[in-house]
């Protein structure tokens, strides 16, 4: 594989240059901020999870400023990895504190949603339009299984994760629109993408807090 070969899959970039996607580019520094923000709410809660969590959203938003400014296979894959690792990293926390599931079990959980998304983002990849947000689909369906699953024992967290892929799914439609939407409007609607996911991934680090400092963990 070509890790040099230029990528160009979103409205804004019109030519190879760094600065081709400039509001792409600068947009990410709202995972920057939700990071931020979340850095300062966890202050002395000692939830190491949580604060790992905090780390790889701040590398998601570095990882995506490298893809739309180098825009090459590269810098794709600093983009992709970091995102992946934070839901592996969340359903494991989420398995073993929300659920009150052992390390052992939540690690084989995590493990589980390689297959399940490697079954499912194909079936998300059928509906007409979706093209390359179906490799995310199968993320909002989750963390609405998970609210489904806790609705009675954990209420408040159940609404919390219920709202996180509510959040999800608006910039999943933000993300998808980027190209339809190109010729009325020459920025296109990535960005937004990048703004609501900071916004959502802060949020799910907000209801993993909560929940643990509400008492409803196993572990820290």
Not at 46 to 70: E, Q, R
Not at 151 to 177: D, E
């Amino acid at each position: 594989m070509d890790w040099t070969r230029a990528v160009d899959g979103y409205c804004e970039r019109l030519d190879p240059g760094f600065w081709a996607e400039p509001i792409n580019a600068v947009t990410n520094a709202a995972f920057l901020v939700a990071a931020l923000v979340m850095a300062l709410r966890l202050r002395g809660a000692g939830l190491p999870l949580a604060n790992l969590l905090v780390g790889i959203l701040a590398a998601i938003g570095l990882g995506s400023f490298l893809f739309h400014t180098f825009a090459q296979a590269w810098a794709g894959l600093a983009d992709v990895l970091p995102i992946l690792v934070f839901i592996l990293v969340y359903i494991f926390a989420a398995s073993r504190d929300f659920l009150g599931l052992s390390g052992r079990m939540a690690g084989l959980v995590t493990l589980g949603f390689l297959p399940y998304a490697a079954a499912t983002a194909p079936l998300f990849g059928l509906i007409p339009g979706l093209g390359s947000s179906a490799g995310y689909a199968p993320v909002p369906l989750l963390i609405a299984a998970y609210a489904w699953i806790l609705r009675r024992r954990a209420p408040a967290t159940a609404r919390g994760l219920a709202v996180g892929a509510g959040l999800l799914v608006l910039s999943l439609t933000f993300r998808t629109l980027d190209e339809p939407l190109c010729g009325a409007l020459p920025l296109g609607t990535h960005f937004l993408w990048h703004i609501l996911n900071a916004v959502m991934l802060g949020w799910m680090i907000e209801v993993y807090r909560a929940h643990m400092l509400a008492g409803g963990g196993r572990g820290r």
